[in-house]
């Protein structure tokens, strides 16, 4: 695992004067602020935000309400853009890049599930798995969408309707979807949140799947600790910025740091960027 | 790119019933094009077949039409205004025309009444029978000084050949030796002919004197040799009459001659189709596009997890441009039966009138049916793409934010707009206050679509002020009223859209129909107050012409005034909004100062002293529209369409109820068709003496010929309000329902959480409450804000609003949405409970 401490400017090989991405990480962000609103209303969802992530790694980003995690997430995405700083994704910088481009990205390298609402409900099973490659207007593989559905355990619910599921079937149906295209990387945010324990397993399982024998790289936002302890690293977002985080800590252990965050004195004199 | 037409078409299958708003309001926009468009069509096309002079190709006859010409050079458009009554040509001509080749002969004809006893008749000159088919059945043709009758009025008269029958012409009271009987044509008994009324015929030479236009006919009928050619017979005949000014007209443009009422129909079928046509169809659509954009905003979430999987913004604004396709060629196609319907009716009505002759039909075609279709197509094309803008455009990540809750700030462009709108509509209701007449009429419509506009614009901000002002009081009204009012606090953009309908209907309805009733009641005071006569004395077939004098020998009477009602077209305004206004008109016999004893016109300048043979006094709201005062001249064409300029005498003020240009008899002599006074005013005297004159009643009994265009624009107004006022309710509950069934979680939601399903209720009646009654007072104020300055400009005074009848738009506005409101709120509750 590396870490990666430095903020702001760095030196730049090309000569454009854009920022390159470090080859070999999934997901990195640098300086990265999000602010809604203006003057004295302004809500500093994100205030200073560093981030590494390498390729086939499983990460959960946690932390208390209000603390900017859904923000993280759609900025790192691409789904929104960022007051200030950079987002890389696989090497390449998206922040500035148009709608268009960030179309095409998330059409093709990225992933996404939601807590709830991920299914068009106009659409059978098959076709909402098959949406990414619809809407970039290539060829349907119905084989490669059986096969997804299997690996998710839902083979034979491929022509119902979302209506038909239950809550725990359509996220394996989004997660299927995410699979897909073979995504850089995945995110979810809060995949589990609606689901018993049993069935959030079964989700989790299913996203660890991707990892280990599919080589995808996953960012999961979650509160749940349980859900945390699947990944390889949970990292705590609080106020707007990281601090700290545990390596393949257990549900207990994550539980106790995430406690641990909410006094102020926890928080104070922790430093800037991912660290163990 | 086929994949987001593909998902459209998954959409709508799969959920049919979410567009059901959509197709809804598609349709009616259909309904109402088709509808006003076969009218339209109908109106352009309107002939009728000549019946009278079938047997005669070629007519020739004086242009009915007076012209209002604006423009000059290339932009040159010449308006044609119908005239009064009818204008008629030299008989002198028919010698001309019998000249040119290929005629076999011209005749002139001629069609008036004449009175008996107590009855009248339809005569003619003897000649227009080898025109009409009346044949003589005994005795001998008339010549001066006899007449020849039918059978009808031989019996109603109780005379013979060879007996002398008395009867009345424009002339005076004459004996007539009846010279033989005849079989009358099937046209001579007139239109609307009673044919057992009777048909008198009288020699050529002596029937234009007795009809009151010495040396003129109404038309000259063409009969032409054995073979020849009508076109070339119709250029001979041209060529015959050029420079009289007359017309020569062929096929069914003879109809046209024949039917004077042809030209009234066609403006009035083209007032309705085309100028009413154009509002509703413009109200239509902007209706039906507000509910294509509620239809797409309900479902932001979906269009914002698109997005996030990958569709471009173009994707998404051809998905929402697509679903609106889908279903708009069955809703154009299905909202065409029904304007049919509409179309059929409102006809129907309108011959029943008599504004349009029965003779003619309506015609049906595919051209106003695919018009209708294809706005219905454009118009979901176009909502489309515009409702598609904002899912397309913003972020993912901002819409999946925003698609549990509105967001708070309306563009900036929408913003601006409405706030033009509003201002422009103050600055016309500013102008429309100091202007008077036809231009505040003009100025009035303006006022509302523009305030309509600022309403549509600005409709969340609107809403949230109201809710603001009424959410105090509903606060403390308790838990589901407060809860209402929470709700719509917060969702004034779904407030506004259903607020925008109500307003509409409420601002058109009232509008349309409180003018009318403001019309009608300042013109009965008026008419009240102006009759200062002791009798009134009236007869179906119209008074003799020596009435006056015989009621003045009568015992007992010191002054009686006969008056006969017309029309004359006086031309008003200047430039680009010159126009050719129709002015009721009483011919008065007697002097000013007789008729002041019998009427009082409430004279604010000058006096009817000088009232006489080119001096007449007008109405004040016609001087300051026309821009003349006592001692100018009017321009103005009398009922034939002769050209006038008499001098005003005097302005007074109960020209609505009583007439808007007073003249004196003699001038309108001969440019009538019938020589008949309508009504006998006296003072003094008795019920008794007078009776042998006609039907005597007391002031109360007198009724102002209302011309036919007051008639039917009373009740075309009244129907326009309706047709707008239903387009909007069914606008009204359509959004209604369709917000009430988007929201079924969210109530759902309460019942989970310990309201009673009649708390939910009692919810969503205080929303419903609440929307009719901001929709129903800005529907007021814009209505209030057209209507006075109006009002003020056209009949001086402030508008009449009939509570009762207020009271019942208010009731049904509050109905309508009270309804709308829990019967979808009752379906989805069932589930839950």
């Given at each position: 695992m590396r870490r990666h401490d430095d903020k702001g400017s760095e030196p730049d090989e090309r000569p454009t004067g854009a920022t390159t991405g470090t080859p070999g990480l999934a997901v990195e962000l640098r300086g990265v602020r999000r602010r809604y609103g203006r003057g004295t209303g302004a809500v500093n969802a994100l205030t200073d935000v560093n981030l590494a992530l390498p390729r086939g790694t499983f990460t959960a980003i946690m932390g208390p309400s209000g603390s900017g995690k859904s923000t993280f997430l759609q900025c790192a995405a691409g789904l929104d853009r960022p007051t200030a700083g950079s987002v890389h994704l696989g090497g390449t910088e998206i922040t500035g890049m148009s709608e268009n481009e960030l179309t095409e990205l998330r059409r093709s390298r990225l992933g996404f599930v939601f807590q709830a609402f991920n299914l068009l409900p106009s659409l059978t099973v098959e076709q909402n798995v098959l949406l990414p490659m619809r809407l970039a207007g290539a060829r349907q593989d119905r084989h490669r969408a059986a096969a997804m559905l299997a690996q998710v355990g839902l083979a034979d619910k491929a022509r119902r309707r979302p209506a038909e599921l239950s809550g725990g079937q359509q996220q394996r149906v989004a997660v299927a979807r995410a699979l897909v295209t073979s995504p850089d990387v995945i995110f979810a945010d809060e995949?589990?949140?609606?689901?018993?324990t049993g069935t959030a397993a079964e989700i989790l399982a299913l996203l660890r799947q991707g990892v280990d024998a599919l080589g995808a790289t996953v960012v999961m936002v979650t509160h749940d600790p349980a859900a945390a302890a699947w990944a390889d690293r949970a990292l705590f977002l609080a106020d707007g910025t990281f601090a700290g985080g545990v390596e393949h800590g257990t549900a207990t252990q994550i539980a106790a740091r995430m406690a641990a965050l909410g006094t102020p004195t926890a928080r104070a004199g922790v430093s800037v960027g991912a660290a163990a | 790119m086929m994949r987001p037409n593909g998902l459209a078409r998954a959409a709508v299958r799969a959920k049919p019933a979410s567009f059901a708003g959509t197709f809804i309001a598609l349709a009616m926009a259909a309904l109402i094009v088709a509808a006003c468009g076969i009218l339209l069509e109908t109106g352009l096309r309107a002939s009728v077949p000549p019946e009278r002079y079938a047997s005669a190709p070629v007519v020739v006859a004086a242009d009915q039409n007076e012209y209002v010409v604006t423009g000059s050079g290339e932009d040159r458009e010449e308006e044609a205004v119908p005239l009064p009554d009818t204008a008629r040509v030299d008989v002198a001509l028919a010698t001309k025309v019998a000249a040119a080749p290929g005629v076999a002969a011209a005749v002139p004809d001629l069609t008036f009444p004449v009175r008996t006893e107590d009855g009248s008749l339809t005569a003619h000159g003897w000649g227009s029978h080898v025109v009409t088919g009346a044949e003589l059945a005994s005795g001998d043709a008339p010549s001066t000084g006899e007449v020849v009758l039918d059978a009808a009025a031989a019996h109603q008269a109780e005379v013979a050949v060879g007996d002398t029958v008395t009867l009345q012409a424009a002339t005076g009271q004459h004996a007539f030796r009846v010279a033989g009987l005849a079989d009358a044509g099937p046209t001579d008994a007139g239109h609307d002919g009673d044919p057992a009324s009777g048909v008198a015929w009288f020699a050529d030479a002596q029937a234009p004197a007795l009809a009151g236009?010495?040396?003129?006919?109404d038309a000259i009928a063409v009969l032409a040799e054995r073979g020849s050619d009508p076109d070339d017979l119709a250029g001979a005949v041209r060529k015959a009459v050029t420079g009289s000014g007359a017309q020569v007209q062929v096929g069914d443009d003879r109809g046209a001659v024949e039917q004077p009422g042809l030209g009234y129909a066609k403006a009035a079928l083209f007032g309705i189709g085309g100028s009413f046509g154009g509002i509703a169809a413009i109200v239509a659509v902007l209706t039906a596009a507000g509910t294509v954009a509620l239809s797409a905003s309900q479902r932001a979430r979906e269009f914002a997890l698109l997005r996030a999987v990958g569709a471009t913004p173009r994707q998404i604004r051809r998905a929402v441009a697509s679903e609106a396709l889908l279903v708009a060629p069955l809703a154009g196609v299905v909202g065409c039966l029904p304007g049919i319907g509409l179309a059929h009716w409102w006809f129907g009505q309108l011959q029943d009138r008599g504004v349009i002759p029965e003779a003619v039909r309506m015609h049906v075609t595919v051209f106003p049916l695919l018009a209708a279709v294809v706005l219905a197509l454009l118009t979901a094309l176009g909502a489309g793409f515009v409702a598609g803008r904002r899912p397309a455009k913003i972020k993912p990540g901002q819409a999946l934010r925003e698609a549990s809750m509105e967001r708070l700030r309306p563009g900036t462009i929408r913003t601006v707009l409405g706030v033009v709108a509003l201002v422009g509509g103050a600055v016309v209701t500013g102008v429309s206050a100091s202007s008077s007449g036809d231009a505040a009429a003009g100025a009035a419509l303006g006022v509302v679509m523009l305030f309509m506009l600022a309403v549509g614009l600005l409709g969340p901000l609107v809403a949230r002020l109201c809710v603001g002002l009424l959410g105090l009081p509903m606060r403390g009204a308790g838990a589901t009223a407060s809860l209402a009012a929470a709700n719509s606090r917060t969702n004034s953009r779904r407030l506004a859209s259903a607020i925008t309908p109500i307003t509409l209907g409420m601002a058109f309805a009232s509008t349309l129909v409180f003018m009318h009733t403001s019309e009608n009641h300042a013109a009965d005071e008026q008419l009240r107050a102006g009759i200062t006569a002791d009798h009134v004395v009236t007869h179906p077939a119209g008074l003799p012409v020596d009435a006056a004098t015989r009621a003045l020998a009568t015992p007992g009477v010191r002054t009686a005034v006969g008056v006969l009602d017309t029309q004359v077209l006086v031309p008003i305004g200047s430039g680009e909004f010159k126009s050719l206004q129709g002015a009721a008109t009483q011919g008065v016999t007697g002097s000013g100062a007789e008729l002041a004893q019998v009427e009082d016109l409430d004279v604010r300048e000058g006096s009817l002293d000088r009232l006489g043979t080119g001096r007449i006094a007008i109405d004040k709201t016609l001087a300051s529209s026309a821009k003349v005062g006592v001692g100018d001249r009017l321009p103005l064409y009398l009922p034939d369409g002769t050209e006038a300029r008499p001098e005003v005498v005097a302005v007074y003020g109960r020209g609505l109820g009583l007439a808007t240009v007073t003249m004196d008899r003699a001038s309108l002599a001969g440019h009538?068709?019938?020589?008949?006074?309508s009504t006998l005013l006296v003072r003094g005297g008795s019920e008794r003496s007078l009776a042998a004159l006609g039907e005597v009643t007391d002031a109360s009994g007198y009724a102002t010929e209302q011309s036919l265009d007051a008639k039917a624009g009373s009740w075309s107004n009244r129907m326009m309000a309706a047709v707008l006022g239903g387009f909007s309710a069914v606008a009204a509950m359509n959004t209604l329902v369709m917000t009430v069934i988007d929201r079924r979680r969210e109530l759902g939601a309460l019942r989970l959480v310990g309201a009673t399903r009649l708390q939910v209720l009692r919810m969503l009646r205080w929303e419903g409450l609440l929307v009719a009654a901001i929709g129903v007072a800005l529907g007021t104020a814009i209505a209030a804000a057209t209507l006075i300055p109006m009002m003020r400009g056209t009949i001086g005074e402030r508008p009449y609003v009939p509570p009762l009848l207020y009271g019942a738009f208010t009731a049904a506005g509050v109905g309508l949405a009270l309804l709308a409101v829990t019967l979808p709120a009752r379906a989805a509750l069932r589930r839950w409970s």
């Open positions: 995949p589990t949140g609606a689901l018993d | 236009h010495a040396g003129k006919a009538v068709t019938s020589p008949f006074d």
